[in-house]
């Protein structure tokens, strides 16, 4: 049997910061030898982000989602397999409005994501301003542990340390060993409430040097029990769509992982990694 390769992050034109067409993706999918892909759509409340409506947020129209998903299955649904997920941007002040939402609407797959702590998105800088970057990094993984703690309603946390993709020092380095407490305590919180852990390809093109996260977290992830890990390439457009998936894989195993997950609706499903 070959290995059956699946990309578990992307956004489409169905999310403010993407123009990327559903069948362009698909199609690139099958030419980059996918079994399977999942669009993970932004949904973030009280967000910084440009393009966020009245009320500050980011907010899909479910409606258009919809009927993309249903249009791209018609259209490929016998070469790939399409599931229709979101990344929620996950915040304390924003439980209410998110409990809302997903009572509302269901998915095959949910990734919970830090964009914005305090009010204060990470992608535009403003998060950094006035922190010294140990300050930033370690106020950046208590609030991914907050997260955790308060909003458990995810099925891999995204991105684990994303704070270095945006470079607010010029010099993105971590010492693992600096934030080896808070780390450890994040993958724990995981671990004991039954949650995965994304690998989000998207580093090496950010030119961050690494996957998020590093081998390091993935390692003591699967030394501490972990074993629910998925992975995506967090494409906006075409070309990056199954971007350093197999690369991925090939970590994952190095790290000492037999297994890499896949979500279909909300229940994993367990890829035998060869
Ligand atoms: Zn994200
Ligand atoms: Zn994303």
Do not use: W
């Not at 290995?3 to 362009?24: E, G, I, P, R, T």
């Not at 990056?240 to 994952?252: N, Q, R, S």
């Amino acid at each position: 049997m070959t290995q059956k390769y699946y990309d578990y992050h992307m956004h489409s034109l169905v999310s403010m910061d993407s123009s990327m067409d559903m069948s362009d993706a698909c199609a690139q999918a099958v030419r980059t030898g996918m079994s399977g892909i999942c669009f993970t759509e932004h949904q973030d409340y009280f967000s910084d982000h440009a393009a966020k409506n009245s009320r500050g947020h980011v907010e899909i129209d479910m409606d258009f989602y919809d009927r993309q998903i249903r249009l791209v299955q018609a259209q490929y649904g016998n070469r790939l397999s399409i599931c229709q997920g979101v990344e929620l941007g996950l915040q304390d002040c924003n439980v209410e409005e998110v409990r809302a939402f997903l009572s509302q609407h269901s998915f095959d797959y949910i990734i919970g994501s830090v964009h914005t702590i305090e009010r204060k998105e990470i992608s535009t800088g403003a998060f950094y301003e006035g922190k010294t970057k140990d300050a930033a990094y370690a106020a950046y993984f208590r609030a991914v542990y907050d997260m955790i703690m308060t909003q458990p309603i995810f099925h891999c946390l995204g991105h684990l340390d994303l704070v270095r993709r945006y470079k607010g020092y010029g010099d993105n380095a971590i010492d693992y060993n600096k934030f080896s407490i808070l780390i450890d305590e994040i993958l724990r919180a995981l671990i004991e409430r039954g949650k995965g852990l994304e690998v989000n390809t998207a580093g090496i093109r950010y030119g961050v040097g690494s996957m998020h996260p590093d081998m390091p977290i993935l390692k003591r992830y699967r030394q501490l029990g972990g074993e629910i890990i998925t992975c995506g390439s967090d494409a906006h457009r075409r070309d990056h769509v199954a971007m350093d998936i197999k690369e991925a894989y090939a970590l994952l195993k190095e790290c000492g992982f037999t297994y890499v997950s896949r979500f279909v609706g909300g229940k994993e499903e367990k890829i035998p990694l060869k």
